[in-house]
């Protein structure tokens, strides 16, 4: 090697050393589709910051933070009833300033609930960004009548129900029935009987179920032929329907959809503290909001965010999802030890039922 050459070779490190220095990168641990390609590129072209994305899953959330002590990452998106227990337990992340968030940005109902189901003594670990919901996937013109989850049940559509024989379906039962299966989660007597009482609903009414359903294909199949005509699934699906025939949506039930919320939390390792804040206070604006929506294939909790969207989508979402319907959504909390045990035993008696 000449000594031009060498002296040449170690500028070049030197550059390349001094480049990544000043280049701050974001961690990001994050579902498919969450940071499409063209909103991490608008977010590096206006803050410099580039983002280095990791997918997953709540449970390999957990362990990738739990195995580091909460390091690695500097932004997390763990599902709003995956943070208060695994912060608890294995304290793997940080409290969320509220100052450095533009709240405005938040659709306030989903802002409060979020912040009250990861909240632990006085701080707050979770923000809301994705949601998505289950309720009724129904034909409007053979089931005209079916508003609430207990309409399953009636005459009308005797034969021409279907739904899955998981917990959503328990606490969505115990919802219409007038309990409040959420509030009683720290009350495993409490809860029992209201699952008991939803038990004993299910079983009278078995006769209406014409399969219960265990893959989304397969229910689509069946509203498709006419085989069923209401139905208990997800928001998407029910759009996805729509698509194809106007008769068939998604309605929020008259006692609250059931709601899923994957959040913005910070390991408590983060070393890009403000980076993170500036992606959540980005992605938040409504138009880039709905860039992240055609990705995710789901709704931000952005406001007015739905107002970008896909004509068609938006037009099913806002028929589906008026202002009252979404402040009306019963957002899933943290589930306690123990409670699944009893909602296990009343889902397999429902089956073995007669």
């Not at 362990?63 to 294995?90: H, N």
């Not at 034969?159 to 899955?164: A, D, E, N, Q, T």
């Not at 229910?219 to 032929?225: A, E, P, Q, T």
């Amino acid at each position: 090697m000449t000594i031009k050459t060498g002296i040449t070779a170690i500028a070049l490190v030197a550059s390349a050393a001094a480049t990544g220095a000043s280049a701050e990168t974001l961690r990001l641990l994050t579902w498919g589709g969450y940071a499409p390609e063209e909103v991490i590129e608008k977010f590096t072209a206006e803050t410099g910051i580039e983002v280095e994305v990791t997918k997953s899953n709540n449970e390999e959330m957990i362990a990738k933070l739990r195995a580091t002590d909460g390091g690695g990452f500097d932004l997390a998106q763990p599902s709003q009833d995956r943070i208060a227990g695994a912060q608890e337990e294995f304290d793997i992340y940080k409290p969320i300033d509220l100052s450095k968030i533009d709240t405005s940005l938040f659709i306030t109902s989903m802002l409060e609930a979020t912040k009250g189901n990861t909240t632990l003594g006085s701080d707050v670990y979770g923000l809301p960004h994705i949601w998505g919901t289950s309720g009724l996937v129904v034909n409007t013109a053979m089931a005209p009548n079916v508003k609430d989850y207990t309409d399953l049940c009636a005459d009308d559509v005797a034969g021409k129900v279907s739904y899955r024989l998981k917990r959503p379906t328990l606490i969505g039962f115990a919802f219409s029935m007038g309990m409040d299966p959420f509030a009683a989660y720290s009350d495993p007597t409490a809860y029992e009987k209201i699952i008991t009482a939803v038990e004993e609903k299910l079983v009278s009414c078995k006769a209406n179920v014409k399969a219960y359903w265990s893959g989304g294909d397969e229910l689509m199949g069946l509203l498709r032929s006419g085989e069923v005509t209401a139905s208990m699934a997800w928001d998407t699906g029910g759009w996805k329907l729509n698509s194809e025939n106007p008769e068939i949506t998604f309605i929020a039930p008259a006692s609250g959809a059931l709601g899923w919320i994957d959040t913005f939390a910070l390991p408590r390792k983060t070393k890009a503290e403000d980076a993170a804040y500036k992606w959540i206070n980005f992605v938040m604006q409504p138009e880039i909001a709905a860039m992240i929506t055609a990705s995710a294939g789901n709704f931000t909790a952005s406001v007015g965010a739905d107002g970008f969207a896909d004509e068609e989508l938006k037009a099913q979402f806002q028929a589906s999802f008026p202002p009252e319907a979404i402040d009306n959504i019963n957002w899933y909390p943290t589930v306690p030890a123990g409670l699944e045990d009893i909602e296990g035993a009343a889902l397999d008696r429902i089956k073995a039922a007669n």
